[in-house]
Protein backbone atom coordinates (compact mmCIF):
# COMPACT_ATOMS: atom_id res chain seq x y z
CA UNK A 1 0.00 0.00 0.00
CA UNK A 2 1.16 3.61 -0.78
CA UNK A 3 0.95 5.08 2.64
CA UNK A 4 2.86 8.39 1.15
CA UNK A 5 -0.20 9.12 -1.15
CA UNK A 6 -2.54 8.90 2.15
CA UNK A 7 -3.47 12.30 3.96
CA UNK A 8 -5.94 13.64 6.53
CA UNK A 9 -6.10 15.85 9.05
CA UNK A 10 -8.76 17.66 11.69
CA UNK A 11 -8.74 21.06 10.01
CA UNK A 12 -10.10 23.28 7.02
CA UNK A 13 -11.51 20.65 4.26
CA UNK A 14 -10.46 17.50 5.47
CA UNK A 15 -12.69 18.00 8.71
CA UNK A 16 -15.40 20.64 8.88
CA UNK A 17 -18.73 21.29 10.16
CA UNK A 18 -21.49 21.23 6.98
CA UNK A 19 -23.96 22.68 9.27
CA UNK A 20 -24.40 22.78 12.98
CA UNK A 21 -25.50 18.92 12.86
CA UNK A 22 -22.98 17.40 10.21
CA UNK A 23 -19.30 17.03 10.02
CA UNK A 24 -17.79 16.31 7.20
CA UNK A 25 -14.58 14.07 6.79
CA UNK A 26 -12.60 13.74 3.75
CA UNK A 27 -9.34 11.85 3.38
CA UNK A 28 -7.02 11.34 0.45
CA UNK A 29 -5.58 7.83 -1.10
CA UNK A 30 -3.34 6.46 -3.51
CA UNK A 31 -5.23 4.08 -6.16
CA UNK A 32 -4.39 1.24 -4.64
CA UNK A 33 -6.75 1.42 -1.61
CA UNK A 34 -10.02 -0.71 -2.24
CA UNK A 35 -11.72 -0.14 0.69
CA UNK A 36 -11.89 2.44 4.08
CA UNK A 37 -13.78 2.63 7.21
CA UNK A 38 -14.03 5.34 9.69
CA UNK A 39 -13.93 4.14 13.23
CA UNK A 40 -16.16 6.92 15.09
CA UNK A 41 -17.94 8.16 18.48
CA UNK A 42 -18.12 10.28 21.27
CA UNK A 43 -14.62 11.04 22.97
CA UNK A 44 -16.09 9.70 26.41
CA UNK A 45 -18.50 6.85 25.73
CA UNK A 46 -15.60 5.01 27.67
CA UNK A 47 -14.82 7.61 30.25
CA UNK A 48 -12.53 10.68 30.47
CA UNK A 49 -9.03 8.63 29.84
CA UNK A 50 -11.07 4.98 28.76
CA UNK A 51 -10.40 3.80 31.84
CA UNK A 52 -10.98 -0.27 31.69
CA UNK A 53 -13.27 -0.16 29.13
CA UNK A 54 -11.70 0.43 25.51
CA UNK A 55 -12.64 3.07 23.34
CA UNK A 56 -13.79 1.24 19.85
CA UNK A 57 -16.40 3.55 17.87
CA UNK A 58 -18.65 2.59 15.27
CA UNK A 59 -17.58 1.30 12.34
CA UNK A 60 -18.53 3.03 9.19
CA UNK A 61 -17.77 1.97 5.34
CA UNK A 62 -16.94 5.41 3.45
CA UNK A 63 -18.73 4.75 -0.27
CA UNK A 64 -18.74 8.28 -1.65
CA UNK A 65 -15.36 8.96 -3.76
CA UNK A 66 -13.89 11.20 -6.93
CA UNK A 67 -11.50 10.19 -8.90
CA UNK A 68 -8.37 13.25 -9.03
CA UNK A 69 -5.31 12.22 -11.65
CA UNK A 70 -3.30 11.15 -8.76
CA UNK A 71 -5.46 10.22 -6.06
CA UNK A 72 -8.77 9.45 -4.81
CA UNK A 73 -10.91 11.92 -2.59
CA UNK A 74 -13.16 9.76 0.02
CA UNK A 75 -15.66 11.68 1.99
CA UNK A 76 -18.54 11.37 4.18
CA UNK A 77 -20.84 12.98 6.25
CA UNK A 78 -20.95 12.21 10.19
CA UNK A 79 -23.87 13.37 12.57
CA UNK A 80 -22.58 13.29 16.10
CA UNK A 81 -24.96 12.76 19.00
CA UNK A 82 -23.34 14.74 21.26
CA UNK A 83 -21.73 17.67 19.04
CA UNK A 84 -18.04 16.06 19.20
CA UNK A 85 -16.22 13.52 17.88
CA UNK A 86 -13.29 10.88 18.07
CA UNK A 87 -12.73 9.28 15.00
CA UNK A 88 -9.51 6.94 13.25
CA UNK A 89 -9.50 5.07 9.85
CA UNK A 90 -9.13 1.33 8.78
CA UNK A 91 -7.64 1.15 4.96
CA UNK A 92 -7.69 -2.01 2.95
CA UNK A 93 -5.50 -2.64 -0.09
CA UNK A 94 -6.08 -6.23 -1.20
CA UNK A 95 -4.86 -8.66 1.63
CA UNK A 96 -3.00 -5.38 3.72
CA UNK A 97 -5.05 -3.55 6.20
CA UNK A 98 -3.46 -0.45 7.99
CA UNK A 99 -5.04 1.50 10.70
CA UNK A 100 -4.27 5.42 10.30
CA UNK A 101 -4.63 7.45 13.54
CA UNK A 102 -3.60 11.21 13.91
CA UNK A 103 0.19 10.29 14.75
CA UNK A 104 0.63 7.76 11.65
CA UNK A 105 -0.22 4.28 10.48
CA UNK A 106 -0.25 0.76 12.80
CA UNK A 107 -0.96 -2.18 12.15
CA UNK A 108 -3.39 -4.34 14.43
CA UNK A 109 -1.13 -5.64 15.98
CA UNK A 110 0.48 -3.09 16.71
CA UNK A 111 -2.66 -1.40 17.89
CA UNK A 112 -3.41 -3.47 20.31
CA UNK A 113 0.27 -3.61 22.48
CA UNK A 114 -0.05 -3.43 25.77
CA UNK A 115 0.59 0.04 26.97
CA UNK A 116 0.00 1.40 23.96
CA UNK A 117 -1.84 5.08 23.96
CA UNK A 118 -3.53 6.07 20.71
CA UNK A 119 -3.50 9.65 18.75
CA UNK A 120 -6.90 9.47 17.95
CA UNK A 121 -8.35 12.06 15.56
CA UNK A 122 -10.41 14.57 17.10
CA UNK A 123 -13.50 17.26 16.29
CA UNK A 124 -13.79 18.27 19.63
CA UNK A 125 -16.59 20.36 19.56
CA UNK A 126 -19.07 22.13 16.70
CA UNK A 127 -19.90 25.09 18.15
CA UNK A 128 -22.70 26.95 15.84
CA UNK A 129 -20.23 30.18 15.54
CA UNK A 130 -17.62 28.31 13.91
CA UNK A 131 -20.02 27.03 10.90
CA UNK A 132 -19.00 28.16 8.16
CA UNK A 133 -22.19 29.67 6.48
CA UNK A 134 -22.87 30.99 2.77
CA UNK A 135 -25.39 32.59 1.31
CA UNK A 136 -28.23 30.38 -0.42
CA UNK A 137 -29.27 32.88 -2.49
CA UNK A 138 -26.33 32.84 -4.47
CA UNK A 139 -26.72 28.87 -5.78
CA UNK A 140 -29.84 29.83 -7.26
CA UNK A 141 -28.35 32.98 -9.23
CA UNK A 142 -27.62 33.16 -12.86
CA UNK A 143 -25.45 35.99 -12.99
CA UNK A 144 -24.35 38.56 -15.93
CA UNK A 145 -21.47 40.74 -15.89
CA UNK A 146 -21.62 43.74 -16.67
CA UNK A 147 -18.43 46.50 -17.56
CA UNK A 148 -20.05 49.20 -18.52
CA UNK A 149 -18.39 51.55 -20.69
CA UNK A 150 -19.22 49.17 -23.03
CA UNK A 151 -22.36 48.05 -22.69
CA UNK A 152 -24.66 51.10 -23.90
CA UNK A 153 -24.60 54.40 -23.73
CA UNK A 154 -28.54 55.93 -22.72
CA UNK A 155 -27.34 59.41 -21.82
CA UNK A 156 -24.81 60.98 -24.55
CA UNK A 157 -24.81 64.64 -21.96
CA UNK A 158 -22.00 62.63 -20.06
CA UNK A 159 -19.96 61.31 -22.55
CA UNK A 160 -16.07 61.40 -21.94
CA UNK A 161 -14.87 64.51 -23.86
CA UNK A 162 -13.68 62.37 -27.53
CA UNK A 163 -15.79 59.65 -26.93
CA UNK A 164 -15.45 57.37 -29.86
CA UNK A 165 -18.80 56.42 -31.93
CA UNK A 166 -20.33 53.08 -30.84
CA UNK A 167 -18.17 50.49 -32.05
CA UNK A 168 -19.03 46.80 -32.54
CA UNK A 169 -15.94 45.45 -34.10
CA UNK A 170 -12.29 44.80 -33.08
CA UNK A 171 -11.12 47.29 -30.48
CA UNK A 172 -6.89 47.92 -29.75
CA UNK A 173 -7.41 51.44 -27.56
CA UNK A 174 -6.39 50.62 -24.35
CA UNK A 175 -7.53 54.14 -23.64
CA UNK A 176 -10.76 54.68 -25.09
CA UNK A 177 -14.04 55.81 -24.78
CA UNK A 178 -17.16 54.73 -26.29
CA UNK A 179 -19.82 56.55 -23.94
CA UNK A 180 -21.71 53.28 -21.93
CA UNK A 181 -23.14 54.12 -18.46
CA UNK A 182 -25.69 53.25 -16.17
CA UNK A 183 -28.47 54.38 -18.22
CA UNK A 184 -27.86 52.35 -21.03
CA UNK A 185 -28.04 49.38 -18.48
CA UNK A 186 -31.23 50.55 -17.45
CA UNK A 187 -32.25 51.17 -20.46
CA UNK A 188 -31.26 47.71 -21.82
CA UNK A 189 -32.51 46.11 -18.53
CA UNK A 190 -35.54 43.96 -20.47
CA UNK A 191 -32.65 42.53 -22.31
CA UNK A 192 -30.94 41.08 -19.44
CA UNK A 193 -34.31 39.99 -17.44
CA UNK A 194 -35.76 38.19 -20.60
CA UNK A 195 -32.88 36.08 -20.66
CA UNK A 196 -33.31 34.99 -17.08
CA UNK A 197 -30.40 36.39 -15.18
CA UNK A 198 -31.19 36.71 -11.30
CA UNK A 199 -27.54 38.46 -10.50
CA UNK A 200 -25.67 41.78 -11.96
CA UNK A 201 -22.07 42.05 -11.39
CA UNK A 202 -20.87 45.13 -12.12
CA UNK A 203 -17.05 45.86 -12.90
CA UNK A 204 -16.61 49.59 -11.46
CA UNK A 205 -18.59 52.31 -11.33
CA UNK A 206 -16.78 54.75 -8.98
CA UNK A 207 -15.05 57.87 -10.21
CA UNK A 208 -11.55 57.37 -12.16
CA UNK A 209 -9.87 58.78 -14.97
CA UNK A 210 -10.10 55.74 -17.28
CA UNK A 211 -12.58 53.23 -18.86
CA UNK A 212 -12.35 50.58 -16.80
CA UNK A 213 -12.33 52.40 -13.50
CA UNK A 214 -9.98 50.05 -11.31
CA UNK A 215 -8.07 52.96 -10.75
CA UNK A 216 -10.43 54.44 -8.24
CA UNK A 217 -10.26 58.55 -7.61
CA UNK A 218 -13.60 58.60 -5.09
CA UNK A 219 -15.02 55.72 -3.89
CA UNK A 220 -18.07 57.36 -2.96
CA UNK A 221 -18.84 59.18 -6.19
CA UNK A 222 -20.23 57.24 -9.23
CA UNK A 223 -18.33 58.24 -12.16
CA UNK A 224 -19.82 61.48 -13.83
CA UNK A 225 -19.21 59.52 -17.29
CA UNK A 226 -21.24 56.72 -15.74
CA UNK A 227 -24.18 58.88 -14.39
CA UNK A 228 -24.72 59.53 -10.59
CA UNK A 229 -25.30 58.01 -7.12
CA UNK A 230 -28.95 58.34 -7.68
CA UNK A 231 -28.58 56.53 -10.98
CA UNK A 232 -26.77 53.59 -9.44
CA UNK A 233 -29.59 53.62 -6.74
CA UNK A 234 -32.26 53.81 -9.51
CA UNK A 235 -30.54 50.54 -11.11
CA UNK A 236 -30.17 48.65 -7.40
CA UNK A 237 -33.88 49.43 -6.87
CA UNK A 238 -35.05 48.50 -10.87
CA UNK A 239 -32.99 44.85 -10.00
CA UNK A 240 -34.31 44.21 -6.84
CA UNK A 241 -38.07 44.87 -7.84
CA UNK A 242 -37.47 42.59 -10.64
CA UNK A 243 -36.21 40.00 -8.41
CA UNK A 244 -32.25 40.40 -9.46
CA UNK A 245 -29.59 40.86 -7.12
CA UNK A 246 -26.34 43.28 -7.72
CA UNK A 247 -22.91 42.88 -7.15
CA UNK A 248 -20.05 45.68 -6.77
CA UNK A 249 -16.58 45.41 -7.89
CA UNK A 250 -14.43 46.18 -4.56
CA UNK A 251 -11.30 47.75 -6.04
CA UNK A 252 -9.39 47.71 -1.97
CA UNK A 253 -5.88 46.85 -3.00
CA UNK A 254 -4.94 49.78 -4.66
CA UNK A 255 -6.19 53.13 -5.64
CA UNK A 256 -5.97 55.45 -8.47
CA UNK A 257 -3.08 58.44 -8.14
CA UNK A 258 -5.98 61.22 -8.28
CA UNK A 259 -7.87 60.25 -4.78
CA UNK A 260 -7.02 62.60 -2.38
CA UNK A 261 -4.80 60.79 0.08
CA UNK A 262 -2.01 60.27 -2.90
CA UNK A 263 -2.52 63.67 -3.86
CA UNK A 264 -1.79 64.74 -0.31
CA UNK A 265 1.49 62.31 -0.72
CA UNK A 266 2.73 64.20 -3.68
CA UNK A 267 1.78 67.62 -1.84
CA UNK A 268 3.80 66.97 1.00
CA UNK A 269 5.53 63.78 1.20
CA UNK A 270 7.13 62.70 3.82
CA UNK A 271 5.12 64.87 5.77
CA UNK A 272 1.94 63.62 4.93
CA UNK A 273 -0.82 62.31 6.96
CA UNK A 274 -1.36 59.60 4.72
CA UNK A 275 2.36 58.32 4.42
CA UNK A 276 1.63 55.22 5.96
CA UNK A 277 -1.65 54.77 4.14
CA UNK A 278 0.14 53.28 1.21
CA UNK A 279 3.55 50.97 0.96
CA UNK A 280 6.22 53.58 0.28
CA UNK A 281 9.80 52.79 0.41
CA UNK A 282 11.91 55.52 -1.03
CA UNK A 283 10.93 59.45 -1.30
CA UNK A 284 9.86 61.13 -3.13
CA UNK A 285 7.65 59.42 -5.39
CA UNK A 286 8.27 60.88 -8.23
CA UNK A 287 6.39 59.80 -12.05
CA UNK A 288 8.20 57.40 -13.52
CA UNK A 289 6.96 54.62 -16.24
CA UNK A 290 6.49 51.70 -13.82
CA UNK A 291 7.42 50.93 -10.15
CA UNK A 292 9.99 48.02 -10.70
CA UNK A 293 12.39 50.34 -8.48
CA UNK A 294 10.70 49.48 -5.78
CA UNK A 295 10.02 53.18 -4.37
CA UNK A 296 6.82 52.45 -3.85
CA UNK A 297 4.66 49.35 -3.96
CA UNK A 298 1.87 48.80 -6.68
CA UNK A 299 -0.66 47.14 -8.62
CA UNK A 300 1.64 44.91 -11.05
CA UNK A 301 4.16 47.13 -10.80
CA UNK A 302 1.59 50.49 -12.38
CA UNK A 303 2.66 53.63 -11.11
CA UNK A 304 -0.70 55.05 -11.39
CA UNK A 305 -2.32 52.06 -9.15
CA UNK A 306 -0.24 52.94 -5.48
CA UNK A 307 -0.88 50.22 -3.41
CA UNK A 308 -2.91 50.52 -0.05
CA UNK A 309 -1.54 49.78 3.61
CA UNK A 310 -4.46 47.27 4.60
CA UNK A 311 -2.14 46.24 7.61
CA UNK A 312 -2.67 49.74 8.71
CA UNK A 313 -5.71 49.92 10.70
CA UNK A 314 -6.82 53.81 9.65
CA UNK A 315 -7.05 52.27 6.37
CA UNK A 316 -8.84 49.26 7.37
CA UNK A 317 -11.57 51.31 8.78
CA UNK A 318 -11.71 54.17 5.89
CA UNK A 319 -11.93 50.91 3.73
CA UNK A 320 -15.07 49.71 6.25
CA UNK A 321 -16.63 52.36 5.95
CA UNK A 322 -16.57 53.02 2.50
CA UNK A 323 -18.29 49.54 2.02
CA UNK A 324 -20.85 50.64 4.88
CA UNK A 325 -21.50 53.70 2.51
CA UNK A 326 -22.50 51.16 -0.41
CA UNK A 327 -24.41 49.05 1.71
CA UNK A 328 -26.56 51.51 3.25
CA UNK A 329 -26.33 53.77 0.17
CA UNK A 330 -27.39 51.54 -2.51
CA UNK A 331 -28.62 48.24 -0.85
CA UNK A 332 -26.21 45.91 -2.55
CA UNK A 333 -25.93 42.11 -2.06
CA UNK A 334 -22.28 41.64 -2.63
CA UNK A 335 -18.74 42.18 -3.29
CA UNK A 336 -16.23 40.98 -5.79
CA UNK A 337 -13.03 42.11 -4.50
CA UNK A 338 -10.26 42.89 -7.29
CA UNK A 339 -7.00 41.94 -6.50
CA UNK A 340 -8.69 39.43 -3.49
CA UNK A 341 -5.40 37.72 -2.79
CA UNK A 342 -3.45 40.91 -2.29
CA UNK A 343 -5.53 42.49 0.94
CA UNK A 344 -4.75 41.97 4.10
CA UNK A 345 -6.42 38.97 5.79
CA UNK A 346 -7.18 41.34 8.98
CA UNK A 347 -8.90 43.52 6.86
CA UNK A 348 -11.19 40.63 5.03
CA UNK A 349 -11.90 39.37 8.33
CA UNK A 350 -12.95 42.36 9.95
CA UNK A 351 -15.39 42.96 7.05
CA UNK A 352 -16.73 39.71 6.96
CA UNK A 353 -17.85 40.62 10.60
CA UNK A 354 -19.08 44.25 9.57
CA UNK A 355 -21.11 43.06 6.49
CA UNK A 356 -22.56 39.89 7.85
CA UNK A 357 -23.83 41.98 10.82
CA UNK A 358 -25.88 44.92 8.46
CA UNK A 359 -27.10 41.57 5.69
CA UNK A 360 -26.54 38.40 6.67
CA UNK A 361 -27.08 37.05 3.73
CA UNK A 362 -24.26 39.31 2.03
CA UNK A 363 -22.36 38.22 -0.47
CA UNK A 364 -18.35 38.45 -0.66
CA UNK A 365 -16.60 37.24 -3.80
CA UNK A 366 -12.55 37.43 -4.32
CA UNK A 367 -11.06 37.97 -7.05
CA UNK A 368 -8.50 34.79 -6.65
CA UNK A 369 -6.77 32.93 -9.53
CA UNK A 370 -5.18 30.15 -7.50
CA UNK A 371 -5.56 27.89 -4.71
CA UNK A 372 -7.98 30.24 -2.26
CA UNK A 373 -8.13 27.70 0.55
CA UNK A 374 -6.69 30.21 2.63
CA UNK A 375 -9.07 33.07 2.39
CA UNK A 376 -11.97 29.92 2.24
CA UNK A 377 -11.98 28.70 6.03
CA UNK A 378 -15.15 30.88 7.02
CA UNK A 379 -13.82 34.25 8.32
CA UNK A 380 -13.17 36.04 4.74
CA UNK A 381 -14.64 35.39 1.70
CA UNK A 382 -17.60 33.19 0.84
CA UNK A 383 -16.29 32.19 -2.53
CA UNK A 384 -13.59 33.30 -5.19
CA UNK A 385 -13.89 33.29 -8.95
CA UNK A 386 -13.99 29.84 -9.90
CA UNK A 387 -10.42 29.81 -12.10
CA UNK A 388 -9.67 26.42 -11.60
CA UNK A 389 -12.81 24.97 -13.09
CA UNK A 390 -12.57 27.39 -16.07
CA UNK A 391 -8.99 25.43 -16.79
CA UNK A 392 -10.51 22.09 -16.15
CA UNK A 393 -13.42 22.58 -18.30
CA UNK A 394 -11.02 24.53 -21.50
CA UNK A 395 -8.26 21.91 -21.30
CA UNK A 396 -10.42 19.42 -22.25
CA UNK A 397 -10.89 20.87 -25.46
CA UNK A 398 -7.29 21.97 -25.83
CA UNK A 399 -6.04 18.44 -25.53
CA UNK A 400 -7.93 16.22 -27.88
CA UNK A 401 -5.84 14.06 -27.31
CA UNK A 402 -7.26 13.52 -23.76
CA UNK A 403 -9.58 10.54 -22.72
CA UNK A 404 -13.16 11.59 -21.07
CA UNK A 405 -11.68 10.76 -17.56
CA UNK A 406 -8.89 13.76 -17.58
CA UNK A 407 -12.45 15.73 -17.92
CA UNK A 408 -13.53 14.70 -14.56
CA UNK A 409 -9.75 14.67 -12.83
CA UNK A 410 -10.05 18.57 -13.53
CA UNK A 411 -13.81 19.07 -12.25
CA UNK A 412 -13.26 16.66 -9.21
CA UNK A 413 -9.69 18.61 -8.30
CA UNK A 414 -12.12 21.74 -8.68
CA UNK A 415 -14.83 20.61 -6.29
CA UNK A 416 -12.20 19.29 -3.33
CA UNK A 417 -10.36 22.06 -3.39
CA UNK A 418 -12.32 23.81 -0.58
CA UNK A 419 -15.35 22.85 1.61
CA UNK A 420 -19.00 22.50 0.58
CA UNK A 421 -20.33 25.40 1.77
CA UNK A 422 -17.77 27.60 -0.51
CA UNK A 423 -18.16 24.74 -3.49
CA UNK A 424 -22.05 25.46 -3.11
CA UNK A 425 -21.51 29.19 -3.96
CA UNK A 426 -18.41 29.53 -5.82
CA UNK A 427 -18.58 32.01 -8.69
CA UNK A 428 -18.03 29.78 -12.29
CA UNK A 429 -17.64 31.45 -14.77
CA UNK A 430 -15.97 30.87 -18.58
CA UNK A 431 -14.93 34.13 -19.92
CA UNK A 432 -14.36 37.67 -18.46
CA UNK A 433 -13.41 41.25 -18.96
CA UNK A 434 -9.62 40.07 -18.24
CA UNK A 435 -9.85 37.18 -20.73
CA UNK A 436 -10.58 36.15 -24.38
CA UNK A 437 -14.14 35.55 -24.77
CA UNK A 438 -15.37 32.22 -25.39
CA UNK A 439 -15.92 31.64 -28.85
CA UNK A 440 -12.81 33.32 -29.15
CA UNK A 441 -11.17 30.63 -27.00
CA UNK A 442 -12.79 27.73 -28.77
CA UNK A 443 -13.12 28.92 -32.42
CA UNK A 444 -16.53 26.63 -32.51
CA UNK A 445 -19.86 27.20 -31.94
CA UNK A 446 -20.81 24.05 -31.40
CA UNK A 447 -17.76 23.48 -28.39
CA UNK A 448 -19.28 26.83 -27.31
CA UNK A 449 -22.32 25.46 -26.28
CA UNK A 450 -21.03 22.03 -24.81
CA UNK A 451 -18.79 24.46 -22.46
CA UNK A 452 -21.43 26.50 -21.85
CA UNK A 453 -23.71 23.52 -20.89
CA UNK A 454 -21.28 22.33 -18.14
CA UNK A 455 -21.19 25.48 -17.34
CA UNK A 456 -25.10 25.79 -15.92
CA UNK A 457 -25.00 22.07 -14.73
CA UNK A 458 -22.15 22.06 -11.91
CA UNK A 459 -21.89 23.58 -8.27
CA UNK A 460 -21.71 26.89 -7.80
CA UNK A 461 -22.93 29.79 -9.44
CA UNK A 462 -22.53 30.60 -12.92
CA UNK A 463 -21.58 33.57 -14.63
CA UNK A 464 -22.09 34.72 -18.30
CA UNK A 465 -19.76 38.10 -19.46
CA UNK A 466 -21.87 40.71 -21.79
CA UNK A 467 -22.56 39.66 -25.23
CA UNK A 468 -21.85 35.88 -24.40
CA UNK A 469 -25.90 35.32 -25.61
CA UNK A 470 -25.22 36.61 -28.83
CA UNK A 471 -21.70 34.66 -29.27
CA UNK A 472 -19.57 37.59 -29.09
CA UNK A 473 -16.13 37.76 -30.20
CA UNK A 474 -13.17 39.29 -28.74
CA UNK A 475 -9.24 38.57 -28.06
CA UNK A 476 -6.99 39.67 -25.10
CA UNK A 477 -7.88 42.97 -23.23
CA UNK A 478 -8.87 45.07 -24.87
CA UNK A 479 -10.80 43.75 -27.69
CA UNK A 480 -12.56 41.18 -24.74
CA UNK A 481 -14.25 44.59 -23.68
CA UNK A 482 -16.46 45.24 -27.30
CA UNK A 483 -19.64 47.45 -27.56
CA UNK A 484 -22.30 45.64 -27.59
CA UNK A 485 -23.95 45.96 -31.19
CA UNK A 486 -27.50 46.55 -30.52
CA UNK A 487 -28.95 47.80 -33.54
CA UNK A 488 -28.16 44.42 -34.68
CA UNK A 489 -29.69 42.66 -31.46
CA UNK A 490 -32.94 44.97 -32.26
CA UNK A 491 -33.26 44.00 -35.99
CA UNK A 492 -33.23 40.64 -34.48
CA UNK A 493 -29.75 38.84 -35.97
CA UNK A 494 -28.92 37.50 -32.93
CA UNK A 495 -32.55 36.01 -32.08
CA UNK A 496 -31.40 32.32 -32.79
CA UNK A 497 -28.39 32.88 -30.45
CA UNK A 498 -30.58 34.55 -27.72
CA UNK A 499 -32.91 32.13 -27.62
CA UNK A 500 -29.88 29.14 -26.85
CA UNK A 501 -28.72 30.99 -23.96
CA UNK A 502 -32.35 31.35 -22.87
CA UNK A 503 -32.82 27.94 -22.65
CA UNK A 504 -29.62 26.88 -21.04
CA UNK A 505 -30.24 29.55 -18.40
CA UNK A 506 -33.73 28.20 -17.90
CA UNK A 507 -32.46 24.36 -17.22
CA UNK A 508 -30.34 25.81 -14.72
CA UNK A 509 -33.70 27.22 -12.86
CA UNK A 510 -36.23 25.01 -13.32
CA UNK A 511 -34.15 21.40 -12.37
CA UNK A 512 -32.71 21.65 -9.24
CA UNK A 513 -30.32 18.41 -9.65
CA UNK A 514 -28.26 21.10 -12.50
CA UNK A 515 -27.97 23.27 -9.17
CA UNK A 516 -27.09 20.58 -6.81
CA UNK A 517 -23.34 19.61 -5.00
CA UNK A 518 -24.15 16.01 -5.91
CA UNK A 519 -22.33 14.69 -9.08
CA UNK A 520 -20.71 11.12 -10.58
CA UNK A 521 -19.25 10.08 -13.61
CA UNK A 522 -20.76 6.65 -14.16
CA UNK A 523 -18.54 6.67 -17.45
CA UNK A 524 -21.33 4.23 -19.26
CA UNK A 525 -20.13 4.83 -22.98
CA UNK A 526 -17.92 3.56 -24.26
CA UNK A 527 -15.94 6.27 -26.03
CA UNK A 528 -12.85 8.22 -24.69
CA UNK A 529 -14.00 11.26 -26.00
CA UNK A 530 -17.78 11.11 -24.74
CA UNK A 531 -18.34 13.26 -21.57
CA UNK A 532 -20.48 11.81 -19.05
CA UNK A 533 -21.59 12.61 -15.81
CA UNK A 534 -25.56 12.37 -13.69
CA UNK A 535 -26.30 15.42 -11.28
CA UNK A 536 -28.00 13.93 -8.16
CA UNK A 537 -30.85 15.58 -6.19
CA UNK A 538 -33.76 14.59 -3.80
CA UNK A 539 -36.19 15.75 -6.90
CA UNK A 540 -35.02 13.87 -9.91
CA UNK A 541 -31.66 13.10 -11.19
CA UNK A 542 -30.44 14.58 -14.43
CA UNK A 543 -27.99 13.24 -17.19
CA UNK A 544 -25.70 15.36 -19.01
CA UNK A 545 -23.75 13.63 -21.96
CA UNK A 546 -21.37 15.58 -24.00
CA UNK A 547 -20.13 14.00 -27.30
CA UNK A 548 -16.30 15.80 -27.67
CA UNK A 549 -15.34 13.50 -30.64
CA UNK A 550 -15.37 13.64 -34.24
CA UNK A 551 -17.95 10.64 -34.60
CA UNK A 552 -21.71 10.37 -33.99
CA UNK A 553 -21.92 7.85 -30.95
CA UNK A 554 -25.21 5.35 -29.90
CA UNK A 555 -27.06 6.65 -26.74
CA UNK A 556 -27.49 3.94 -24.13
CA UNK A 557 -31.27 3.01 -24.71
CA UNK A 558 -31.59 3.55 -20.62
CA UNK A 559 -30.66 6.75 -21.47
CA UNK A 560 -32.22 7.76 -24.69
CA UNK A 561 -35.92 6.86 -23.66
CA UNK A 562 -35.46 9.58 -20.97
CA UNK A 563 -37.18 12.79 -21.02
CA UNK A 564 -35.05 15.32 -22.92
CA UNK A 565 -34.88 18.68 -21.64
CA UNK A 566 -31.95 20.35 -23.24
CA UNK A 567 -30.09 18.86 -26.78
CA UNK A 568 -27.98 19.63 -29.69
CA UNK A 569 -27.44 17.80 -32.74
CA UNK A 570 -29.11 15.04 -31.14
CA UNK A 571 -31.78 12.79 -32.65
CA UNK A 572 -33.35 9.37 -32.58
CA UNK A 573 -30.77 7.91 -29.77
CA UNK A 574 -27.58 9.32 -31.76
CA UNK A 575 -25.38 12.07 -30.83
CA UNK A 576 -23.67 13.78 -33.42
CA UNK A 577 -20.14 15.40 -32.93
CA UNK A 578 -19.91 18.03 -30.76
CA UNK A 579 -23.33 17.14 -29.41
CA UNK A 580 -25.38 17.89 -26.07
CA UNK A 581 -27.95 16.00 -24.62
CA UNK A 582 -28.96 16.99 -21.01
CA UNK A 583 -32.42 14.06 -19.79
CA UNK A 584 -34.21 13.50 -16.56
CA UNK A 585 -33.21 10.42 -15.03
Known sequence: MNLAAIYHRTTDKYAYQLSDTELVINIETGYDVDHIYIHQGDPYLAGIMGGREEWKGKREEIYYKKREKEHIWWTTTLFPEYKRCKYYFEIISGEERVFLFEDGFYTEEEMHRPGKVLSY?????????????????????????????????????????????????????????????????????????????????????????????????????????FGTNEKLRELVNLAHKNGIRVMLDAVFNHTGTDISMWQDILTNGEMSKYKDWYMINDWPVDKKCDTKDGRFYSFAFFEQMPKLNTNNPEVREYLKDIVRFWMMEFDIDGLRFDVGNEISHRLLQELRVMTKS??????????IWHDATPWLLGSEYDAVMNYPLSTAISNYWIYPEWDSIEFEYGVNRSFTMYMQQANDVMFNLLDSHDTNRLIDKVKDEDVFYQQLAVLYTMPGSPCIYYGTEIVMPGGFDP?????????????????????????????????????SRNFHFPNSIDDKRTVEYIKLCDEGNISIILNCGDETIEIPPEISCKHVIYSRKYEAGKLQAKGILISIL
Open 121 to 225: FIYPWMNPVDTFRTPDWVNETVWYQIFPERFCNGDKSNDNPGTKPWKCEEIKGYCDYYGGDLQGIIDRFNHIKNLGITGIYLTPVFEADSNHKYNTANYKKVDPH
Open 358 to 367: IKPDFYLLGE
Open 479 to 515: DCRRCMPWDEIDAGKFDTEIEEMKKLINLRKTYKAAR
